[in-house]
């Protein structure tokens, strides 16, 4: 067993008891860790009325505070985001706009919040765009803070135009589980590094 956590953030346009695909990953991507010691818990952010913007509480009921909260208290994010478009989900874009407010936020040493966190990504869809998501949510992780483990993605891609979704699909394939197991191997791996060894301080 292990002292780390996940949080898995399910950008799912669908709110709850909705079926969703990213659900379904996002849950299976917590029993990996669970395999490996690692606590989890996943929250579907339609379900909260989180606003946009791109500070750490927009006032007015904003929920995303909570869900912050929540993500201060993990070691690991994983982002689970179905593809629409060629795009990732419109959730999971607000999810990334609010964390360009964890830039301003800084410890005693000058680091932001997010420096010696590790953050993952789930994708799922029945379209082309899995490399093109994981693209873009990697970079917006990154670059706010978030640390990234080797092969930091599983996903699962239909066949395009196509109805059938991940949901659907019954066994799990082994190339999606093997990549499931793999993000929380490298990510349990690196959180455990960082925990022991932070990054410098600021300056």
Known sequence: MTDLTCLVLNCTLKRSPAESSAELLGT???????????????T??????????????????????TLREQMLGADVLVLATPIWMGQPASVCKMVLERLDAELSETDDDGRPLTFGKVAGIGV???????HHVSAEVFQALNDVGFTLPAQAATYWVG???QAVDFKDVSP????????????ARNATHLATLLAATPYPAAG
């Open 28 to 42: 299976q991507v917590l029993e990996a860790f669970a395999d490996l010691g690692v606590a989890g818990s996943m």
């Open 44 to 65: 579907r952010v339609v379900d909260h009325d989180v606003r946009f913007g791109v500070s750490i509480d927009e006032g007015d009921g904003d929920a995303w505070p």
């Open 124 to 130: 799922v869809g029945n379209e082309d765009g899995a």
């Open 159 to 161: 066949e395009a135009m």
């Open 172 to 183: 799990t394939p082994e190339a999606t589980a093997g990549t499931t197991r793999m993000l």
